[in-house]
């Protein structure tokens, strides 16, 4: 029975660890979304309306607002090749984003003025495999989309670990002439940009706030992580069911076992009954052991489980741009139910006999 909790434990904890995987890489991949917000012009225009960039510039929590070109690179992802943006920033609001994030360079160099050239922080030069000199977006790359008619050369990397791409505005602006322009805000106390973010455009109702949602999108954390939650809502639906199945199933087996495993011992709680021993005292010994055994195998299945998963994660989701934690709480909690499903299948088992049962014919038998 004990290898069946560990392997039950093992089961329900690597489908959560990998269901909760994509939330995570998702919210670690736009972890950017913390520190500033885009603004997009709808597809009618190349260029957010000055009306909604100045609702954003007189609110007083505003600390800069910036305009910004963009392409794309494409990066690594279990589900294949997506696209990052790269954004085009001026010199000295370049120096002012990666200050307010935290980060700086840490290897080679800032993009030059108009040319070609990029800087990626250090999970995506990993997530893409590629070092300074190399090629990070052209018109020949496979999969994704094709983020750049001329080759841009990698010129520098960022530290990490906030997921950052950065070129020159005049080569954005030079090259990408049908692309729309951006703009991007940031705050004075970070902390607010969640507030001013609702504010401007609630997650919930977009209609309801100072920007028009006709004239553009924005680009908030509140609106990724909604759009996100709710297109996996119906994954998660279907992963506790399976979770709770197998729980169920596996304590209906361990119930079998156990009642098994009881019946031969029978003989044992007749002479004990015999010498004085109330049923109930004898059922919470069954209820005792059976918890103790459960117990057990739910630690060596969750140490067991995050071996494995530690192993998978670096040997295997890693290099697929899959972002496992192998101590995923939310994994662990769906395994809780296991000794506590176990316990009460089994003892109801073996309870009903232990309190109906003669200890006096039992013993005659033997």
Known sequence: MGFVIVLCVFLICAIATLANSIDRTIL?????????????PQRVTLKVPDSEVEIVRRDPRTD????????????????????????????????????????????????????????????????????????????????GISGSPVP?????????????????????????????????????????????????????????GKLSPQKVQLLSRQNLVKELRDSLSAMYLIMTVVNFTVIFVIALMSGMLSNIYFTQ????????????????????????????????????GAVVSYVFLTYFKFAIFDNKGLMIDPLDPFA????????????????????????????VTIIERR
């Open 28 to 40: 670690t991949i736009y972890g950017y979304t913390k520190y500033f917000t885009y603004i997009l």
């Open 64 to 143: 800069r607002v910036m305009e910004a070109g963009f392409f794309f690179t494409n990066i690594n992802t279990i589900i294949g090749r997506l696209p990052f943006v790269v954004l085009g920033l001026t010199k000295d609001n370049r120096e002012y984003l990666l200050e307010r994030i935290g980060t700086e360079i840490v290897e080679g160099r800032l993009p030059a003025e108009g040319m070609p050239e990029a800087v990626l922080s250090e999970p995506i030069a990993k997530n893409k495999g590629v070092k300074v000199g190399d090629t990070i977006s052209g018109p020949t790359d496979e999969g």
């Open 152 to 208: 841009v050369k990698l010129v520098g990397i960022v530290k990490g670990p906030v997921w950052l791409a950065l070129t020159t505005k005049s080569f954005t602006d030079s090259t990408f002439l049908t692309m729309p322009k951006s703009v991007i805000f940031t705050t004075k106390v970070p902390e607010e940009l969640l507030d001013l973010n609702q504010e401007l455009m609630p997650s919930e109702n977009k209609a309801g």
């Open 265 to 300: 011992r029978l003989p044992e709680f007749a002479i004990l009954a015999a010498i004085g021993y109330q049923r109930g005292r004898l059922i919470a010994r069954v209820i005792a052991e059976t918890f103790l055994l459960s117990l057990i195998g739910w630690g060596i």
């Open 332 to 359: 662990y909690k769906f395994t809780i139910p296991i000794p506590l499903f176990i316990t009460l299948f089994a003892v109801a088992t073996i309870a009903w006999r232990l309190l109906r049962f003669d200890p």
